[in-house]
């Protein structure tokens, strides 16, 4: 069974930074991208960023400049640098994969991370 495994969310006062981090485990192979997406309040959820196993990115224009996300190969990781939050940021921030092959290629989430931008 393949797991993915988000940490590193919380309370962060408008400005400050925090770094999310996801790991996945269990019987995954040949990860083409790993990505982050969030749900705010009461929204659907939305792509945030993500990246190509070849270290290709794509952002949502809200964050661009803002998230930076990495990833880790070796170690089936990805990250989310997230810089000058904001307030519309506040949302429950989900890892996603997509691995497999031509036969099987399933998309894995993981559940969760709530990040909070208050003072």
């Known amino acids: 069974q393949v797991q993915l495994v988000e940490s590193g969310g919380g309370l962060v006062q408008p400005g400050g930074s925090l770094r999310l981090s996801c790991a996945a485990s269990g019987r995954i192979f040949n990860i083409k991208a790993m990505g982050w997406y969030r749900q705010p309040p009461g929204k659907e959820r939305e792509l945030v960023a993500d990246?190509?196993?070849?270290?290709?990115?794509n952002y949502a224009d809200s964050v661009k400049g803002r998230f930076t996300i990495s990833g880790d190969n070796a170690n089936n990781r990805v990250y989310l640098q997230m810089n000058s939050l904001k307030p519309e940021d506040t949302a429950v921030y989900f890892c996603r994969t997509n691995w497999g092959n031509a036969v099987y290629n399933p998309i894995t989430w993981g559940q969760g991370t709530q990040v909070t931008v208050s003072s």
């Open positions: 990246i190509t196993s070849g270290g290709s990115t």
